[in-house]
């Protein structure tokens, strides 16, 4: 395993032309013709790497025990939500718009109340316990919507089903 020294990496200027090498020219202040960072990145990857990003993150000191993410936030490139979730700028902003279980005010939604009764509370979850966590987190929610609640949850990743409308945590 090889060691990051997490040196900045020297400012580059654009030339001109593509830096992909395919030798097209670009316009003023880009690196890359469109769609060509993608394909330059994935090339790298193949030339280097094994096209494989295990690879990669291995080159650079990273893995299991070193976490990337980790240090994208230490960069300052990168921040990580209140919920968990890492990302850069973009992402995050889609993130807490559409894909968040805590609202911009800080305040929790159903699913967010939801997500932390779950994982305070050991074992199966199904549609009743559902319903009276919500109601005593003081977010009162129908039996149908606390099912909504547990599917969405579900489908975003933070439960594994173990029956019919079983759920419990992926932790
Ligand atoms: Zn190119
Ligand atoms: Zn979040």
Same mark, same amino acid.
């Given at each position: 395993?090889?060691?990051?020294?997490?040196?900045? *990496?020297?400012? !580059?200027?654009?030339?001109?032309?593509?830096?992909?090498?395919?030798?097209? @020219? #670009?316009?003023?202040?880009?690196?890359?013709? $469109? +769609?060509?960072? /993608?394909?330059?990145? =994935?090339? !790298?990857?193949?030339?280097?790497?094994?096209?494989?990003?295990?690879?990669?993150? @291995?080159?650079? =000191?990273?893995? *299991? @025990?070193?976490? #990337?993410?980790?240090?994208?936030?230490?960069?300052?490139?990168?921040?990580?939500?209140?919920?968990?979730?890492? +990302?850069?700028?973009?992402?995050? $902003?889609?993130?807490?718009?559409?894909?968040?279980?805590? %609202?911009?005010? =800080?305040?929790?939604?159903?699913?967010?109340?939801?997500?932390?009764? #779950?994982?305070? +509370?050991?074992?199966?979850?199904?549609?009743?316990?559902? #319903?009276?966590?919500?109601?005593?987190?003081? /977010?009162?929610?129908?039996?149908?919507?606390?099912?909504? /609640?547990?599917? /969405?949850?579900?489908? @975003?990743?933070? !439960?594994?089903?173990? =029956?019919?409308? %079983?759920? %419990?945590?992926?932790?």
């Amino acid at each position: 395993m090889a060691t990051d020294t997490g040196a900045t *990496p020297p400012r !580059l200027i654009p030339s001109g032309k593509c830096f992909c090498g395919c030798g097209e @020219d #670009v316009g003023l202040g880009s690196f890359f013709a $469109r +769609g060509h960072d /993608k394909t330059a990145e =994935g090339a !790298l990857l193949a030339a280097r790497y094994e096209a494989s990003v295990a690879h990669l993150l @291995d080159h650079h =000191g990273f893995g *299991p @025990d070193n976490s #990337v993410t980790e240090a994208a936030i230490a960069a300052g490139r990168w921040a990580e939500c209140r919920c968990g979730f890492r +990302g850069g700028e973009q992402s995050m $902003r889609n993130h807490q718009k559409n894909h968040c279980a805590y %609202r911009a005010d =800080g305040g929790l939604t159903h699913e967010g109340a939801l997500l932390r009764a #779950v994982k305070e +509370g050991p074992g199966d979850w199904d549609t009743a316990r559902a #319903v009276q966590a919500l109601r005593e987190a003081g /977010k009162p929610a129908s039996e149908s919507r606390a099912r909504d /609640k547990l599917r /969405k949850l579900h489908e @975003d990743g933070h !439960l594994v089903r173990t =029956g019919p409308a %079983r759920y %419990r945590t992926t932790d």
